[in-house]
């Protein structure tokens, strides 16, 4: 089962007050709905969601709703499809889906004026027309599909207005709103009240950001390593040198300690290359001591 559907799961056995409810059935119907003359249909691959929609319709508006198990989608799901014949035009016009005889894609602010009620009609639009991925999967991705472009807009403003940093793209006929921070789909989930899957999103998130952490602290060391060692190489190749044209005997004492204990130590930092010959030849020496002398055989090359 994906982690979209044990959202959805999750949410779907959730109770809230009848002005949230309707807010959520509105999303719902909005997004999903199919009008005909006597009727009007919504069809579901998630049997708790399809549930979850039979529920809202029968305690609100107490009719009888048919719901068949029999139809599968383009892409081989199982689909479930709810039928209401009964109030049609007093749940459309409640719900804000037609007034006045005209398809509406927008609620009406009486629908939506709290925002517990903005929060469920959020939840509605998940429900039925959003997914999230799997934080184990390479990204981090919440996205709506949805087809009619002032639904998209208005999803996404909704969404802004809780700080979530949406955005809307076209999508072959269809407008794709989504989030891709993950912090922010952590806070989505957050708001849909899914807990289980809140803890098992924090869980991976926190173990794939230690990850991430730990293998930029690795390649950071690496790097260092790396340019370490092609800092000892270029070191000694500047001593093979100074010995091919100097008289190395004639050279300065500080000069001659750095060439023969960057030979007798070849693999050691300036750092440790300075405590070495700190400590034996008793003669102190900083790091910065041992950068300069070398700047020093550069110029004396030249």
């Excluded at 903005?118 to 184990?136: E, H, T």
């Excluded at 996404?156 to 794709?176: A, G, H, P, Q, T």
């Excluded at 100097?246 to 070849?266: A, G």
Aim: hydrophobic share 35%; proline share 1%; net charge negative.
């Amino acid at each position: 089962m994906s982690f979209t559907s044990n959202i959805k799961n999750e949410i779907s056995s959730l109770e809230y007050e009848e002005s949230e409810n309707m807010a959520e059935l509105s999303a719902i119907l909005n997004i999903g709905i199919k009008i005909y003359n006597d009727k009007f249909e919504i069809y579901s691959e998630n049997i708790s969601v399809a549930r979850r929609i039979y529920m809202l319709i029968k305690e609100i508006y107490h009719v009888e709703i048919d719901m068949d198990t029999g139809y599968n989608s383009l892409r081989g799901n199982k689909l479930v499809l709810l039928s209401v014949h009964d109030k049609v035009d007093l749940i459309l016009n409640d719900l804000c889906i037609v007034v006045n005889n005209e398809r509406i894609y927008v609620p009406s602010d009486y629908l939506v004026d709290e925002e517990n009620d903005k929060k469920a009609y959020l939840r509605g639009v998940f429900m039925i027309c959003g997914s999230i991925n799997d934080p184990k999967t390479s990204r981090y991705h919440l996205e709506f599909v949805i087809s009619n472009k002032d639904t998209a807009y208005y999803v996404n403003n909704l969404l802004n207005e809780f700080y979530f940093n949406s955005k809307v793209i076209k999508r072959d006929k269809n407008y794709m709103v989504y989030i891709k921070e993950s912090e922010k789909i952590s806070d989505f989930i957050k708001l849909l009240n899914a807990r289980t899957s809140l803890f098992y999103y924090e869980d991976i998130r926190i173990y794939r950001d230690h990850k991430n952490m730990t293998n930029r602290l690795n390649n950071c060391e690496q790097a260092n390593v790396d340019k370490m060692i092609q800092a000892s190489s270029e070191q000694l190749e500047l001593i093979h040198k100074l010995r091919e044209t100097r008289d190395f005997d004639l050279l300065e004492q500080c000069i001659k300690d750095i060439c023969i204990y960057k030979e007798k130590y070849p693999e050691s930092s300036m750092s440790e290359l300075a405590e070495i010959i700190s400590t034996e030849t008793e003669r102190p020496i900083t790091k910065s001591g041992i950068n300069h002398r070398f700047r020093k055989i550069k110029e004396m090359l030249k």
